[in-house]
């Protein structure tokens, strides 16, 4: 069957520190990938996608590129901010049936002034 | 923008009793979800719906039943709350077909409490 594994936090940093936050997956055929966050209080949106081998998704300064011989889509950001306090969600979906995706349990990531 | 609306930010009910969880979307999506969000566990999917009066059980149905009974709405029904239901619950909705079909957008959670 399909999983996410993704990195265990809290993920602390400084403001404008570079942040990368691991995912790796497994899945049967082609599947499409994702980043969504979660800001305090909130449900999940979606942060940037990728749908095929090589594809970079972005959004917001952030970027994950989709790397089929690692299977990983890592999320990076050059500098990150206060306000990117959130949970991330790595996500993978594959095509046929209803889309149900499969989710990694979550990466909080924590900034400090 | 798609919007996903939730009845309730929060709700505190005793055990036994029977809740409703309501979950409606305007921009008539086919598929809708119920998901549970517990700390450590990430998402775990409950229900989903991809047509009305239509539901396949997701990865953790029992205690919960769904209802769907219009394309926009979609009820999560605890029948007898239990204090291990105590969690955040999420609904979503897709599109069926064209871009976009695989992406998920989600209402703002119902933080419940079971007493």
Request: aromatic share 12%.
């Amino acid at each position: 069957g399909n999983s996410v594994t993704q990195m265990e936090g809290p993920v602390t940093l400084s403001e404008e520190a570079f942040l990368t936050i691991n995912c790796t997956y497994t899945a049967t055929g082609y599947p499409s990938l994702f980043w969504y966050v979660q800001y305090p209080g909130e449900g999940l949106q979606l942060l940037l996608k990728a749908t095929k081998a090589d594809d970079k998704g972005s959004n917001k300064g952030f970027e994950a590129t989709y790397r089929k011989e690692t299977t990983s889509f890592h999320l990076e950001k050059g500098s990150v901010q206060v306000s990117d306090s959130a949970v991330y969600f790595c996500a993978l979906s594959t095509t046929g049936g209803s889309y149900i995706p499969t989710f990694g349990r979550g990466t909080s990531l924590i900034v400090h002034p | 923008d798609v919007k996903v609306t939730q009845s309730s930010r929060y709700l505190v009910k005793r055990t036994g009793e029977k809740v409703f969880l309501e979950c409606v979307q305007d921009m008539d999506h086919e598929n809708m979800f119920w998901y549970r969000q517990d700390p450590g566990l990430g998402l775990r999917l409950i229900y989903f719906s991809y047509d009305v009066k239509m539901k396949e059980k997701g990865d953790i149905p029992e205690g919960y039943s769904v209802s769907r009974e219009k394309k926009e709405r979609f009820s999560l029904i605890l029948e007898s709350a239990s204090t291990n239901q105590t969690s955040m619950y999420l609904c979503a909705s897709t599109r069926t077909g064209g871009e976009g079909t695989d992406t998920q957008y989600f209402g703002p959670g119902t933080r419940l409490t079971v007493l």
